[in-house]
């Protein structure tokens, strides 16, 4: 039987993480009205559908989410707070308490939760623990809860996929600690999306947790081993007999793109097996995961590409990445990204971004920008004398000084990739927002490095790259008032 209803109201918490940035547009897709919780809605301006809602609010605010459940059928609750250096048990607690409150005094018929696995009876870390709490809680409301319990999620940018990738791909020799031994039930991200799609096509009676995972169970040394097969690389593992949680988060981030409080409460939820122990999800859903390698083999699809589709980290709670040249780290990128708010329509912040390189220059320390051309040349690079096509106009391919435009959206969106000489690949990107006639300019340098050798060069030129590129974003800002 479809149940299926389009038109249906559906509130989606956690739109800016790495699950609900996928499941959004699939909503979209599928026809449904859907309304977007969000604590910076300008955040989502220019992404969504023209049917779809942004509404401002915090789950750990009541008013806020009774506003916004207003009218809603079916409540996605893809939301927790384990990037938080607070009490993320505390806060993912309050948040619950405060969503099922809401639902109840709004009627909302379904509460849709993606939690973790491990058997309850085990003692389960505190991540685990907290993720199978708030099921708890969301079942206090007047709501049916669907519940999933999800092990690892291979995708590209998730979290689990992250760590496997950098450790197999940086690493030749791996120590071994005994988490890297236990077992797991690894799901693909497109599965795990799957689930959560259909769940909005279940009766409003259907009110149970289910437990997915795909065909294999292996640890994660095995996972670790495949992702080598399929990428042709030879790694050697040496077990050790321990390594605690918090050794282990040090070396994580070290190696990997995980900071290290994050790692810490990730390794703590190793050491538990999370495996399905039943196959009610088959009898409900018509979905069949599929197999470790072939859900590796599609994140690998778009490992190469510049992002993935979103990355675990896009979430706010995963922590600020406003000034952070001294080495953020998604997969083996490392990002800085700053904003500045300048009191201008979009058009009017975008058009000193769209006239940028050339003989408009760089905004800021111009003699500098020409210094850096000419070391290209004398490593064979092309330096900065292309100049650019039009002094205005752009388009998507125009060489720029030493860039080339990889994205270009009027009024929106430019993004830069460097053709200079790096030890890695690079990118410039500048976003505009307007809210209420004030313009966010957000600039984003990302870079990919090679080896130590591109570790060296990011963290050689931190100081003058702090130096450069916040005078560029104010140089941009300066020009964008001079025009009112």
């Not at 300008?42 to 809602?53: I, K, N």
């Not at 699809?301 to 990445?321: H, K, M, P, V, Y």
Request: aromatic share 10%.
């Amino acid at each position: 039987m479809n149940h299926h209803h389009p038109s249906r109201t559906i509130l989606l918490t956690g739109a800016s993480g790495y699950v609900g940035g996928r499941l959004l547009p699939l909503l979209e897709q599928a026809g449904y009205r859907v309304r977007c919780l969000a604590r910076r809605p300008a955040r989502f301006l220019g992404t969504v559908g023209p049917q779809t809602e942004v509404v401002q609010g915090d789950v750990l605010d009541l008013a806020s989410l009774e506003t916004a459940l207003t009218g809603v059928h079916t409540a996605y609750y893809l939301v927790h707070s384990m990037g938080e250096g607070r009490d993320f048990e505390k806060l993912d607690r309050q948040a619950a308490e405060t969503f099922a409150m809401a639902c109840t005094k709004q009627g909302v018929k379904r509460i849709v939760y993606l939690g973790g696995l491990g058997n309850p009876d085990h003692q389960l870390s505190k991540h685990l623990r907290s993720r199978q709490e708030i099921g708890n809680i969301l079942r206090t409301s007047s709501a049916a809860v669907v519940e999933f319990r999800a092990s690892i999620i291979i995708g590209s940018g998730s979290l689990s996929f992250e760590m496997i990738r950098a450790l197999v791909e940086r690493l030749p020799v791996m120590i071994c600690p005994k988490w890297v031994r236990v077992l797991a039930q690894p799901i693909a991200i497109e599965d795990v999306l799957a689930y959560l799609l259909e769940a909005a096509t279940l009766p409003d009676d259907v009110h149970q947790i289910f437990e997915i995972g795909g065909p294999d169970q292996l640890s994660y040394g095995e996972l670790m081993q495949l992702y080598a097969q399929q990428r042709g690389l030879r790694r050697w593992m040496i077990p050790v007999p321990f390594l605690t949680p918090y050794l282990s988060s040090l070396w994580l981030g070290l190696v990997t793109p995980l900071y290290a409080r994050v790692g810490r409460k990730l390794v703590d939820s190793l050491r538990n097996p999370t495996l399905v122990s039943n196959n009610m999800a088959d009898r409900v859903f018509a979905v069949r995961p599929r197999s470790t390698i072939a859900a590796i083999l599609r994140a690998l699809t778009n490992e190469d590409q510049q992002f993935a589709a979103t990355r675990w980290s896009d979430a706010l709670s995963a922590g600020s990445i406003s000034k952070s040249w001294g080495g953020v780290r998604f997969g083996s990128r490392l990002v800085d990204s700053r904003t500045r708010t300048v009191a201008a329509t979009a058009a009017e912040a975008f058009r000193p971004i769209q006239r940028i390189g050339g003989q408009t220059g760089w905004y800021y320390g111009d003699w500098l920008w020409r210094v850096r051309g000419f070391l290209d040349l004398l490593v064979g690079g092309v330096g900065v004398r292309r100049g650019r096509r039009h002094a205005e106009q752009i388009r998507v391919g125009d060489a720029l000084d030493f860039w080339r435009v990889e994205a270009f959206e009027e009024n929106r969106l430019l993004r830069l990739q460097a053709e200079m000489k790096v030890p890695g690949r690079a990118w410039l990107e500048f976003e505009v927002t307007e809210v209420d006639g004030q313009a966010t300019i957000r600039q984003t340098a990302i870079f990919d490095p090679v080896g130590l050798f591109g570790l060296a060069y990011w963290y050689a030129l931190y100081p003058l790259h702090q130096f450069v590129f916040a005078g560029m974003l104010r140089g941009v800002v300066a020009a964008a008032k001079s025009q009112r």
